[in-house]
């Protein structure tokens, strides 16, 4: 249950308590085991990763279906980031357009920028600069880092939408403003540059964000559920 779950984050955090993966394992599972989503979903992590157990790919799938069967979006998309990466032997395209796309339509903000991705990069289908667009505004209107940037670099390519110098800046700050590192570099990078009119065409600094953007399988360090009044705030790769 929910109790079980929170002494298993204790654990796991180490805030409170002394860090202990195991037994935050032994937490998340009683919880997990009583149906509870959001321990079911960590459960999924920790196999995922190897914490504190064995790492199990196919363990930490069956994890994040229980929670996705329970509606759980945080799931949704943590499952769908294993079956669009490629370098898993689980991909589905397919099924991870259709895991996004139903944490899409739940609202929850990072979906969109993750189906925005897909018709950006052509991940399972043609790419699609416009649509990928359209999925980063709705994203950017509930304030999703990541689709303030991704908007602010299409917005200053002309990619999927007219070329807006003045609506790029107004995005890529919104997302510097977050502490997206990505658009505080390149700010950073145009501010330096742009005097001496050197960037051009074949620099494009979104060829490499499937490498450089955060997904749901990689655990925030500082921000936890009872501090962000949700299960994720940052997310960060390791």
């Known amino acids: 249950d929910r109790g079980q779950f929170y ?20 937490w998340f599972t009683l919880s997990a085991e009583k149906g509870y989503a959001i321990a079911q979903h960590y459960l999924g992590h920790m196999y995922y ?10 363990e930490a799938i069956r994890w994040f279906k229980l929670s996705v069967d329970r509606e759980c979006n945080e799931a ?12 898993n032997k689980e991909v589905n395209y397919d099924l991870a357009f259709k895991l996004y796309s139903s944490a899409m339509a739940a609202k929850y903000p990072i979906a969109y920028y993750k189906v925005g991705m897909m018709h950006y990069q052509g991940d399972g289908r043609p790419p699609n600069y416009i649509t990928a667009s359209k999925c980063f505004r709705e994203g950017a209107e509930l304030e999703s880092m990541e689709c303030y940037y991704m908007l602010g670099m299409m917005y200053y390519q002309g990619r999927g ?10 995005y890529l700050n919104l997302a510097d403003q977050r502490g997206y590192q990505e658009a505080t570099e390149f700010l950073a990078k145009i501010d330096s540059t742009r005097k001496k009119k050197t ?7 979104i060829r490499n964000t499937r490498l ?7 655990f925030p360090e500082d921000d936890s559920a009872p501090k962000k009044g949700g299960l994720f705030g940052l997310f960060k790769r390791k």
């Not at 002494?7 to 032994?26: C, N, R, T």
């Not at 949704?76 to 370098?87: F, Q, T």
């Not at 939408?161 to 107004?170: G, W």
């Open 76 to 87: 949704r998309v943590a499952l769908g980031d294993i079956y669009s990466n490629p370098k």
């Open 49 to 58: 990763h190897g914490n504190g157990v064995p790492q199990d790919e196919r």
């Open 7 to 26: 002494v298993g984050l204790s654990y796991y955090e180490g805030k409170i308590v002394e860090q202990d993966h195991a037994s935050a394992l032994k």
């Open 212 to 218: 450089r953007t955060p997904d749901l399988l990689s």
């Open 161 to 170: 939408v007219e070329k807006d110098t003045s609506r790029a800046y107004r």
């Open 199 to 205: 960037w051009g065409t074949n620099n494009d600094p």
